[in-house]
């Protein structure tokens, strides 16, 4: 009855179990079934944060566009034709150039008010917004806060045409150096790179320059060597920006620049200014384009500018 007898019975030491009881197959089946299952839960995830992300930047995106940059573009376009209002005055002072300096102030105080939130906070204060931002709506506020003097002197026609014309143009800077902090905010998907509109508007803040300045030559009968500087200056970056601009523009709006630049009115434009430049300081380069023939190119230009870059922005 010791060993021999277990070795007689057939007992031995249970091996390991070959195959798989009903259950655990079940379980494997379960298992494998439920990997797609899994994995389109981890999808729906990703999917559900995604989309939530890209709502949150859209309405960003919108605020931002409703709140700081249509606003500042607004104020910019006001403060360009105050800046072309107060040259004229200050270089023929009268009372209609008066009322329509006046009327100019009014209209880009009430597009700066936008800009305000209270006397010491504005829009750019708000908000989740880039570094910057909102020192730069500040500093924008503040410069043309600090005009009144000018302003009341330039109504008067007392204020000097040079001091005139550069703290503008520094009012104006100003306007831009918002559009650059807000660049990093876009949406990539949508419209045209950030830095192609923001190149494509100082592009345009050139030609209002050339303006200003050629109105005050047309005006006084004669183009100073500063002033035709400072227009050939002008001419040479807004071409410059403009080619940088339109070379990266979507295509449909790549097409209308094409088609702009070829056109009739863009040509005089280019022919202007060159027979400008090439004009001696004094009263040829103030002749060398007669004002009628100049207005009426720019205006046709600058409508067609316009349109090309508010399409871009959508």
Do not use: C
């Not at 949406?187 to 592009?203: N, P």
């Not at 050139?206 to 004669?222: K, N, Q, S």
């Amino acid at each position: 009855d010791g060993p021999s007898a277990a070795a007689g019975h057939g007992l031995r030491t249970p091996g390991p179990r070959r195959g798989l009881r009903p259950r655990t197959v079940r379980a494997k089946i379960v298992s494998l079934l439920m990997v797609p299952v899994v994995s389109l839960l981890a999808l729906w995830g990703f999917a559900t944060v995604t989309t939530a992300q890209d709502v949150a930047r859209l309405r960003q995106l919108q605020r931002v566009d409703a709140e700081i940059r249509q606003p500042v573009a607004d104020a910019l376009a006001a403060l360009q034709e105050e800046r072309r209002a107060a040259v004229r005055q200050v270089a023929a002072p009268g009372a209609t150039r008066s009322a329509e300096l006046e009327d100019r102030i009014r209209r880009t105080d009430e597009a700066v008010d936008r800009l305000r939130l209270d006397d010491t906070h504005t829009v750019g204060d708000t908000g989740d917004l880039p570094a910057g931002v909102g020192q730069r709506v500040s500093a924008f506020v503040g410069t043309v806060g600090g005009l009144a003097r000018l302003r009341t002197a330039a109504v008067d026609g007392r204020a000097d045409g040079n001091q005139v014309y550069a703290e503008y143009t520094a009012a104006v800077s100003a306007a831009f150096a918002v559009g650059g902090a807000l660049t990093g905010i876009q949406d990539t998907r949508q419209g045209a790179d950030a830095r192609v509109l923001l190149e494509f508007g100082r592009a345009g803040e050139m030609l209002a320059r050339e303006d200003a300045l050629l109105t005050v030559a047309h005006l006084t009968g004669r183009f100073t060597d500063d002033g035709l500087r400072a227009f050939s200056g002008a001419v040479e970056t807004r071409r410059t920006l403009t080619d940088s601009a339109t070379a990266d523009l979507p295509a449909a709006d790549r097409a209308a620049w094409d088609r702009l630049a070829a056109g009739g009115d863009h040509t005089r434009l280019t022919r202007a200014e060159d027979l400008i430049r090439a004009a001696s300081p004094g009263r040829p380069a103030a002749q060398a384009v007669p004002s009628a023939d100049w207005d009426g190119t720019l205006a046709a230009v600058r409508a067609g500018l316009t349109a090309i870059e508010t399409d871009a922005r959508t």
